[in-house]
């Protein structure tokens, strides 16, 4: 929250995340998740060994998000749903390029991104569907954004993280 600068990045982050839930990014992630379960099931009780590694292999894949493809959709379909919304289809670009300025000396992605496709052929792709779609958005709430809309950044070190090995993400 604390790099989002206006109400036009918060609607293209919400309409990405809003994608990811419209189109079963989420679900299909689970189902996923089910059929390792159940290879793990069938293991469990007759080689410990193997059922260790699925269950190993399935925490990655959990806790490696949404593939390219899906995070390339919900940007995608995410400004659109921003601009039907009125809101500038630019917001969602303006918020990634704040996210690539802030980790331009990373070495590597880390975390939630480092699924996510490379930042430059997300601004490509977000240029040309507005292009493509001629994409607008009329609405003008920079002032009620920033008078309603406060945030308090904490230090990410302080950001509660899931250990490997811990059960559940709760």
């Not at 400004?79 to 919304?85: H, P, Q, R």
């Not at 406060?150 to 811990?166: C, D, N, Q, R």
């Amino acid at each position: 929250m604390e790099r989002i600068n206006s109400e036009d990045e918060l609607a293209g982050v919400l309409g990405h995340e809003i994608i990811h839930v419209t189109e079963k990014h989420t679900i299909r992630a689970i189902q996923k998740g089910k059929a390792v379960q159940m290879g793990a099931d069938e293991t469990m009780a007759n080689n410990p060994a193997i059922f260790n590694k699925i269950v190993d292999k399935a925490t990655d894949a959990v806790m490696a998000g949404f593939g390219r493809g899906e995070e390339l959709e919900a940007d995608e379909q995410g400004i659109v749903v921003a601009a039907k919304a009125a809101y500038d289809p630019k917001g969602l670009g303006a918020f990634l390029t704040t996210l690539a300025d802030r980790n331009k000396n990373s070495t590597g992605k880390q975390g939630l991104f480092a699924s996510h496709p490379e930042m430059d052929e997300r601004l490509k792709k977000l240029d040309k569907t507005i292009a493509d779609q001629k994409l607008t958005g009329s609405a003008v709430v920079d002032a009620r954004f920033h008078q309603n809309v406060t945030y308090k950044p904490v230090p990410l070190a302080s950001v509660t993280t899931v250990e490997k090995g811990a059960a559940g993400l709760a």
